[in-house]
């Protein structure tokens, strides 16, 4: 019995952990890792529009903030033929809503290499572009990029203020 208490104020203190990660990470300029984070504030902001995309063509992921939300992610970028998109699974993680939000209003705010963009996502809507972006993920990260519950693809476009 005494080993099942110690196991529990174990896990009770691993959970305490998690959360306050969590919550600690909403206040951070910036997602932590896989877990999202605050508003992007720091970083150069770049403000003359970006023609060609090819710089961020090996960078493996970048921060991303939608315009009317006061939290960040992180996700990956393709670039193909200097032009910049972002994937966005369906169905990992469970509960992500972001996607729905950029599909409506597409202002929003990358960090890549530390230096900050002022984007407009736009959904992609070619199924032969979509099909072309699959197989850059596929030799970008590996795998397959299809899922159950399918891939949206965004293009980032430069915006000003």
């Keep these: 019995m005494r080993i099942l208490k110690i196991l529990g104020g174990i896990v009770a203190v ?13 206040f951070h300029d ?4 896989a877990i999202p984070g605050g508003p992007l504030t ?34 990956w970028i393709l670039v193909s033929d200097g032009r910049a998109y972002i994937p966005c699974s369906l169905g990992l993680p469970p509960g992500k809503t972001w996607h729905f939000r950029a599909d409506q209003d597409g202002r929003a705010v990358v960090r890549i290499l530390g230096k900050r963009y002022q984007v407009t996502l736009t959904r992609v809507s070619n199924s032969t572009l979509e099909s072309e972006l699959r197989t850059v993920v596929s030799s970008k990260y590996g795998g397959d990029s299809r899922s159950d519950t399918g891939v949206w693809f965004f293009l980032l476009d430069s915006r000003t203020s």
Excluded: K, M, Y
């Design 42 to 75: 720091s970083g150069e902001r770049v403000s003359s529009p970006v023609a060609d995309w090819g710089f961020a063509a090996s960078v493996e992921t970048i921060e991303l903030q939608l315009a009317e939300d006061d939290t960040s992610r992180t996700t």
């Design 30 to 33: 910036g997602p932590i890792s």
């Design 14 to 26: 691993l959970l305490l952990a998690v959360a306050a990660t969590f919550v600690a990470a909403r």
